[in-house]
């Protein structure tokens, strides 16, 4: 793919998958086929995935180790992500699970990458449509996940970014928020602190277990700017057994009346 000046890692996405005239669920597999890039599995030691590239010659290393098809995916896309964006321009790129799983992490080269492999699995454009029909849970992102074979969290954060209900994405670690993202319409900030007691992510990491279902919680024990003691909010977290994490929808009640409004 040729030099654009100007574009986001996701704009290359968007770019690659114009160029390749690939629409829906696409294999990462093909498209590295697709662009002369050969993929190896390897017993790699502390890492997911590692881009090597020497002159003409690339090829990307995937952990053999990774079992679940999905992380396997994301895990590709993260190393292509690295191959297309012309800023980064070192000759190897090592990536830990952490580096990838955490989605939003403390190096920015690497949430570059995560944004473009987001974007390459899973078009903006298609979920803006599929959210105009469906309210947000935890169901959506599952279904969305399934559907085009990405990660959890990924997907949560694509939803809300686009989604026009009022929710957030957390995900937490060793009872710590790490990340929170908030959709446009939310109107509330949500906690930089450890867990609060009154959340079922907070029982998690004490008690090991978590409803498989929403739950109605104290709004104030997710955010920071909550308009009274009384408000609640509802509340889904699944963990995310590979790396001891959780993530977590938090959404407001009322968008079933929003949605009647709006009619």
């Not at 903006?124 to 959890?152: F, P």
């Not at 008690?207 to 009274?228: C, F, I, M, T």
């Not at 993530?247 to 079933?256: A, G, K, R, S």
Request: charged share 30%.
């Amino acid at each position: 793919m040729k030099f654009i000046p100007g574009l986001s890692p996701a704009g290359y996405a968007v770019a690659l998958r114009k160029e390749l005239k690939l629409v829906g669920r696409i294999d990462p597999f093909e498209i590295a086929k697709e662009i002369d890039v050969p993929v190896f599995n390897e017993d790699l030691d502390e890492i997911d995935g590692c881009l090597l590239k020497k002159a003409e010659n690339k090829r990307i290393l995937i952990n053999k180790n990774i079992q679940h098809l999905n992380r396997q995916r994301f895990t590709l896309a993260h190393e292509l992500g690295h191959l297309q964006i012309k800023s980064h321009d070192e000759k190897m790129y090592r990536c830990s699970a952490s580096d990838i799983q955490r989605y939003r992490g403390v190096k920015l080269i690497e949430n570059e990458a995560n944004d473009f492999a987001s974007e390459l699995l899973l078009p903006e454009a298609d979920v803006q449509s599929i959210v105009r029909k469906r309210r947000l849970s935890m169901d959506l992102v599952k279904d969305i996940s399934e559907d085009y074979g990405i990660s959890l969290t990924a997907t949560a954060l694509k939803i809300i970014k686009v989604c026009p209900d009022r929710g957030a994405v957390v995900l937490s670690e060793n009872g710590q928020i790490k990340w929170s993202f908030e959709s446009k319409t939310f109107g509330y900030e949500v906690r930089k602190t450890k867990l609060h007691e009154y959340t079922y992510a907070y029982d998690y990491f004490n008690e090991g277990s978590l409803p498989d279902s929403p739950q109605k919680v104290l709004a104030y024990a997710w955010l920071g700017n909550a308009r009274d003691r009384n408000q609640t909010l509802l509340e889904e977290s699944i963990a995310i057994y590979s790396l001891g994490m959780v993530l977590t929808l938090i959404y407001t009640e009322d968008l079933e009346e929003s949605e009647d409004d709006e009619e």
